[in-house]
């Protein structure tokens, strides 16, 4: 058999980056910073193509709590970056009408309180409280408590209580953050090379990207090339065949209409969710706007009346007419194919119900700067990269499966679909487990923990028919009181935070 001819191994000499939107330049900003514009052996050339004539897909203004880690591993400035991409704080998600219509609940981030002896403090409070109510499991998240009171101010550092253990994303304009990174990764040497890539030239034998060609004739070429081209997946698809997993019967809806509206007050710290009769809407609260988007099935309603439920549901005045969007819910079945690397929704898509694509994002780029290859681009490092990124996409899949699925709503074809619809393996065995036993028994490092299962088992109405025997160890008036003294005291550290609009308006507007 004939040797392939493979370039040496050493640095990489220029990576490659295919498109400016988010996730293009997310990941020029930790590149830049690594081996950008540098003198030492790793440092190489970055260059970012990004087309003026295909604009970005324009929205994804919502995110998880470890955006925080990212931000501060590049060392931004948290006032100015809030200033900067008007932000706003967010501390989980208001669900309405998913359960059953008149259903509400919270999604916070942070626990319900210190676990007790080992097992999670919310499960203590399913055995003394149980179904019949009695205080309200969400008095115990300081987040949620906080939420719904319009307050916000960062956990403290230095204080280990219970009413401290809460934590926070943001929300900002994915436009303006785009460009804040743009501005970083340009003063760490990356390039900026604009144009729409015509041709792409691979090399005989392996089929590796060698350069891609602009409309001008301008031939850029690259040893690792990061593709960040949005749906058109034009490097993973385009050129790698990667190939699709469609996951569109688990999660069937595949359009979406975005508008902003103007805002009103007061600025809520947190993303709202509401189930429609084809889908749900969000609502999204920055500084400068809200931003608002109706994601629907076309299959159970037409893109005229979805518009008409998204402008009916605005709380402040259009600012544009509805934008459409399509999109088939899935994974390339290998993100990382030769040496394309595909990050941002060129990689693949779940709908924004969980603030999620940001973080895949995140995560995508932080495992390829985990398994950098040299310039042979290793073989082995792309399995194990696309091993991790499949086992966390479809742990996110199955958690935004189940908000479909617990649903008891028959007012439409949509929800009798969903709530009948056969789900995974793996969801079906979580479910059960917690039906029967109160336990969460699949958490995947790099996706949803424990609280957030719980907060969508209990909001949705699935409560444990038993409980871990274990727990009997406590007496239950201890408990009782236990949980009073919790409900007060996150109270009242709640009472003393400011208004969320007064803060921003304090700590992070121009000095
Ligand atoms: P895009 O923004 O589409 O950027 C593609 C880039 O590729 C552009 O710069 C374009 O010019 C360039 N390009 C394409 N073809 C060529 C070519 N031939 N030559 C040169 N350049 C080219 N995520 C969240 O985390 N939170 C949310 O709340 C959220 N809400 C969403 C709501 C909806 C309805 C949708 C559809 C997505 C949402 N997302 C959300 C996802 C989020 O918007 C994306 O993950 C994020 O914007 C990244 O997009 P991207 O950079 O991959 O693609």
């Known amino acids: 058999m004939e040797k392939q001819r493979m370039p040496d191994g050493g640095p990489l000499r220029r990576i490659v980056i295919v498109g400016g ?25 970055i260059v970012l193509v990004e087309s003026p004539e295909i604009g970005t897909v324009g929205v994804g203004e919502a995110t998880l709590p470890t955006i925080r880690y990212y931000n501060n591993s590049l060392k931004l400035d948290n006032a100015e970056f809030i200033r900067k991409t008007q932000a706003s704080f967010k501390l989980g998600i208001e669900f309405k009408d998913w359960g059953h219509l008149g259903n509400r609940f919270f999604h916070g981030f942070g626990e319900f309180g210190p676990s007790i002896l080992n097992r999670s403090s919310v499960s203590h409070w399913l055995r003394v409280h149980g179904q019949a109510g009695g205080m309200g499991y969400e ?135 509401t189930a429609r009769s084809a889908g749900w809407q969000w609502r999204i609260p920055l500084q400068h706007r809200t931003g608002n988007g109706h994601v629907y099935c076309s299959g159970y309603t037409s893109d005229e009346e979805a518009g008409q439920v998204l402008m009916r549901n605005l709380d402040g005045a259009a600012q544009a007419d509805p934008r459409q969007l399509r999109f088939k819910t899935g994974m390339r079945r290998k993100a990382w194919d030769r040496n394309v690397v595909a990050i941002g929704l060129s990689s693949g898509f779940l709908e924004p119900l969980e603030s999620t694509s940001i973080q895949l994002i995140m995560d995508g780029i932080g495992r390829l700067i985990e398994l950098l290859p040299d310039r042979r ?101 201890v408990l009782r009181g236990h949980f009073a003294q919790l409900r007060t005291a996150i109270a009242k550290t709640v009472d003393a935070m400011p208004d969320h609009g007064a803060f921003i308006n304090r700590h992070a507007k121009a000095p």
């Open 21 to 45: 939107g988010t996730a293009g330049w997310m990941a020029a900003a930790p590149l830049g910073q690594l081996l950008g514009g540098g003198d030492h052996a790793a440092s190489c050339e």
């Open 139 to 273: 008095d115990l998240s300081t987040a949620t408590v906080m939420a719904l009171r319009n307050r916000f101010v960062p956990p403290d550092g230095d204080v280990a209580s219970a009413a401290n253990a809460y934590s926070f994303a943001f929300h900002f304009d994915a436009g303006l953050y785009a460009a804040f990174l743009r501005d970083y990764a340009m003063a760490r040497g990356v390039k900026r090379e604009e144009g729409t890539i015509v041709d792409v030239s691979l090399r005989p034998g392996d089929g590796f990207v060698t350069a891609v060609t602009l409309a001008d004739g301008r031939r850029i070429e690259g040893d690792l090339f990061i593709d960040c081209s949005g749906f058109r997946a034009l490097l993973i698809e385009g050129v790698c065949k990667a190939g699709y997993h469609d996951w569109s019967h688990w999660l069937p809806c595949d359009s979406a209409q975005a508008v902003p509206c103007a805002r009103v007050e007061p600025l809520t710290p947190y993303t709202t969710s």
């Open 377 to 477: 681009c290793d073989a082995q490092l792309a399995a194990e990269y696309n091993r991790r990124m499949t086992r966390q996409y479809e742990s996110i899949r199955d958690f935004i499966v189940l908000h479909y699925k617990l649903t008891t709503r028959d007012d439409s074809e949509f929800w009798r679909y969903c709530a009948a619809m056969p789900i995974p393996d793996d969801l079906t065995h979580q479910i059960e487990i917690f039906r029967r036993s109160g336990r969460v028994a699949i958490l995947d490092p790099d996706s949803f923990a424990e609280p957030s299962w719980v907060s969508l088992f209990l909001g949705l109405g699935l409560w444990p028919e038993r409980h871990d025997p274990l727990l009997a160890q406590i007496d239950e008036q």
